[in-house]
């Protein structure tokens, strides 16, 4: 169905928390992030969400450049997956501030590579901590990571899909070649791309969380290792002194991975700064907490943190 257009001008502000009748402290707020360490995500299903009414409270939203932006897109399915994930962005985030901040009031910044940050006023003391969060969406499914303290990076990708190109031809264009390696042993095509999309994903949430992307460090610079324990764990190559290429000085090895299959039809890659170590851990690494909800932001949310809607594979 096709989205309503942007809302006409109010000629008086709109009392805060109230949209279409509906209070925003509806928003139940999740459990508190106790620490760096601590991972929620929130996602939903496009595709179960057609009702009007609601799409064009979700619409209101939106700042009027993210409605212009969304409403530019290409076909109605497109405008309603820009609508949903800023959506979900700013349903989110107002959770874990208990509602002080309303939906429609956070502003956002990006930075010299497009990664979008919450941009707080000199004065605001709502948060005692730094809030972060990232996004990722497929056309089925979207989501957004929440994080305190410490960057985020989420990637998500249908299991399913199709390249253009064999996985080994993309992976040459690509990848490492000890990645290449790893994926030339797999003689079974679907095991092939089953773990191209684990690599893929895990890179994406890796250059995301450093807050580049893949124009400001590139796949070929860095290795993901899927260790036989199903620990994940990243190589970046010795920097060659004197080297031209800036795009390496970025790269580290202190970050930790979480990798799931999500809603049984994707995959889904985290990755956090690790900048703390327990002796009383496995190779003294604290283990990564993760709870994940799927939401209809104001209708209803479930934890399907431990259900066969989350797979942890690492």
């Known amino acids: 169905m096709p989205l309503p257009p942007p809302p006409s001008p109010s000629p008086s502000p709109r009392m805060p928390g109230v949209a279409g009748g509906r209070l925003f402290a509806s928003l139940p707020p999740p459990p508190p992030l106790r620490s ?21 409270m979700y619409t209101e939203l939106l700042s009027p450049s993210e ?3 969304a409403l530019s897109m290409n076909g109605e399915k497109l405008q309603k997956g820009a609508v949903l ?58 989501a957004c990571g929440i994080t305190m303290d410490t960057p985020i990076g989420i990637d998500v990708e249908d299991k399913k899909r199709k390249t253009a190109k064999n996985i080994l031809s993309l992976a040459r264009r690509y990848f490492t070649p000890s990645e290449i390696d790893y994926l030339a042993k797999i003689p079974d095509p679907d095991g092939q791309q089953k773990e191209f999309i684990k690599l893929w994903t895990l890179k994406e949430a890796y250059v995301k969380a450093l807050g580049r992307g893949f124009s400001g460090a590139p796949f070929n610079k860095f290795s993901i290792i899927l260790a036989a324990n199903n620990r994940i764990q990243i190589s970046v190559a010795p ?40 002796s009383d851990s496995e190779n003294g690494r604290l283990p990564l907490g993760l709870k ?12 399907v943190s431990g259900t066969e809607a989350v797979k942890l594979v690492s």
């Open 85 to 142: 994930s800023r959506a979900l962005v700013r349903t989110t985030l107002s959770r874990y501030t208990d509602c002080k901040v309303d939906p429609r009031s956070f502003e956002f910044k990006k930075n010299k590579f497009g990664k979008p940050e919450i941009l707080w006023r000199s004065d605001d003391s709502r948060m005692e901590r730094p809030l972060h969060f990232n996004i990722s969406h497929t056309s089925s499914l979207i």
């Open 292 to 303: 994940v909800w799927k939401t209809i932001p104001f209708v209803e949310d479930i934890l």
């Open 36 to 56: 760096r360490r601590e991972v929620h995500v929130w996602y939903l299903l496009p595709d179960e969400l057609n009702d009007a009414s609601l799409l064009k």
């Open 239 to 278: 920097k060659v002194s004197n080297g031209s290429d800036s795009s390496c000085d970025c790269l580290s090895e202190n970050w930790q991975f979480a990798l799931a299959e999500l809603n049984s039809s994707h995959c889904m890659a985290i990755c956090i700064e690790d900048d703390s170590t327990s």
């Open 67 to 69: 409605r212009k932006n």
